[in-house]
C-alpha cells in the first residue's frame, strides 16, 4: 500500500492548488442538506458531510447536456457531436458511490460506448473518502458490500484525527498528490491510527438486510408474481424521485431543440425514469410497462438482479438516497426483506 499523510490544517491548500488546474467539484451544504457542485473557495468543502441529495455522478453525467449540433441548411442535415469535457476532480465522493461509479464506467463503455461519458471520464480524477460512520438510518452499505473500496478512485482519504491517510490508488493520483499537497511519509504510529480507525467503524455498521445481498438475483427470480408489486403501485406517485437520486441509474431520453431561424437544432440529453409513465410508451400509444406495478417491478429487479447479472458489480449501493427521496415511504430494504421473508 502507497500511503501519505495529509495534515488536515493542508487540505485548503491542496484544494486552492487543484482549482488552478482543474474543475473541482466537491460536498457543499445547502441549506441543512449537501450537494456536489463545482468548489469556488476551498473553505466551501465540506467533508464532514453524511450524504449528498445527488451523487457525484452528476459530474460525469449531467442532468441535461448537449450533445450534437444539427444544421439544417442543407438538403441534408449534418450532426456535430458535442462532446463537453474539461479536467475535474471530484474530491470527497464516499466508498459506496465510488462502487457507482465503477457501474457506470461499465455501463457507458459496454456495447455501444458512449464518448460523451468516457471523455469526462477520461479527464476525471477521483479523491474519495472512506466513511467511518453510517450516513444515517437509511443507510444499508455494509449489506451491499460497498463500506469500503480498493479500487475506483486515485487518491483515497481516511480520517484519523488530526490528519488523513492517503491511499495512492493510481499514478495519476500519485503524481497529483506531489504536485498540489504537501503530505509526508507514513510513520508506524501513522498505519497503527489507521488500523485502530478502520477496526472500530466496522461495529457502527449494522446489517439491515435479513439474507446476504449475493441472493438477491435468485430470490428475485422466484418473485416476479409477487404480491408486493401490486402494493407498491399503489402507493407509488410515478414521480421519479426514486431514480433521480440513484447514483447507478444511467437512462436518458433524447430531445431535439430547433432554433427560431429553423437553420439549426440542438440535441439534448436529459436524465430520465424508469417510473415516469411515458417511459416505455412506444409508437402507436402502447406502454408495456403501464401499471406502475411493473414500473417498481422492473426497479427493483434492475437493481438487486439485472444490473448484477450484466456487469459483475452490485446494482444497489446501499447509500438510502431513495428511500430518504420517496413520497410514499417505499423502503427497498423492506421489500427486499419482505420478498425473502416470503420465500
Not at 452499505?141 to 491517510?165: F, P, Q, R, S, V
Not at 490508488?169 to 511519509?185: Q, W
Not at 414521480?239 to 437520486?245: A, D, E, L, R
Request: glycine letters at 6%; proline letters at 6%.
Amino acid at each position: 500500500m502507497r500511503l501519505r499523510i495529509l495534515p488536515k490544517e493542508e487540505v485548503p491548500r491542496m484544494v486552492q492548488a487543484l482549482m488552478e488546474d482543474y474543475r473541482v467539484v466537491g460536498p457543499k451544504a445547502k441549506g441543512p442538506k449537501f450537494v456536489f457542485e463545482p468548489i469556488v473557495d476551498p473553505a466551501e468543502m465540506r467533508l464532514d458531510y453524511n450524504i449528498t441529495i445527488l451523487p457525484p455522478k452528476v459530474a460525469l453525467q449531467p442532468p441535461q447536456e448537449r450533445v450534437a449540433k444539427i444544421d439544417l441548411e442543407g438538403e441534408v442535415p449534418q450532426t456535430d457531436p458535442l462532446i463537453e469535457a474539461e479536467p475535474t476532480v471530484i474530491f470527497g465522493a464516499h466508498t459506496c458511490d465510488i462502487h457507482a461509479l465503477r457501474l457506470l464506467d461499465r455501463a457507458f463503455a459496454a456495447d455501444y460506448p458512449d464518448n460523451h461519458y468516457l471523455k469526462r471520464r477520461q479527464e476525471t480524477l477521483i479523491i474519495s473518502l472512506e466513511c467511518l460512520e453510517p450516513c444515517d438510518e437509511h443507510s444499508f452499505c455494509k449489506d451491499m458490500g460497498t463500506l469500503t473500496a480498493d479500487e475506483g478512485y486515485d487518491l483515497h482519504l481516511t480520517d484519523i484525527g488530526d490528519a488523513y491517510t492517503v491511499h495512492i490508488g493510481t499514478e495519476a493520483g500519485e503524481a497529483l498528490l506531489e504536485r498540489c499537497a504537501n503530505t509526508r511519509a507514513a510513520t508506524d504510529d501513522d498505519v497503527r491510527r489507521l488500523n485502530e480507525v478502520l477496526s472500530a467503524k466496522w461495529p457502527r455498521f449494522t446489517h439491515r438486510l435479513n439474507f446476504d445481498a449475493a441472493e438477491l438475483p435468485a430470490l428475485l427470480a422466484t418473485a416476479y408474481e409477487h404480491p408486493i408489486w401490486a402494493e407498491l403501485g399503489e402507493r407509488c406517485l410515478s414521480c421519479g424521485s426514486c431514480t433521480n437520486v440513484c447514483p447507478t441509474c444511467y437512462c436518458f431520453n433524447m430531445l431535439d431543440t430547433v432554433s427560431l431561424t429553423l437553420k439549426e437544432a440542438l440535441r439534448i440529453r436529459r436524465w430520465d425514469s424508469c417510473q415516469l409513465d411515458e417511459f416505455a410508451r412506444v409508437a402507436g400509444g402502447e406502454n408495456f410497462r403501464e401499471a406502475r406495478a411493473a414500473r417498481q417491478r422492473h426497479r427493483f429487479f434492475r437493481k438487486g438482479k439485472w444490473l448484477r447479472e450484466r456487469f459483475d458489480t452490485t446494482g444497489c449501493v446501499g447509500c438510502g438516497r431513495c428511500i430518504r427521496a420517496c413520497l410514499v415511504n417505499i423502503n427497498i430494504v423492506e421489500v427486499f426483506n419482505t420478498i425473502h421473508g416470503s420465500a
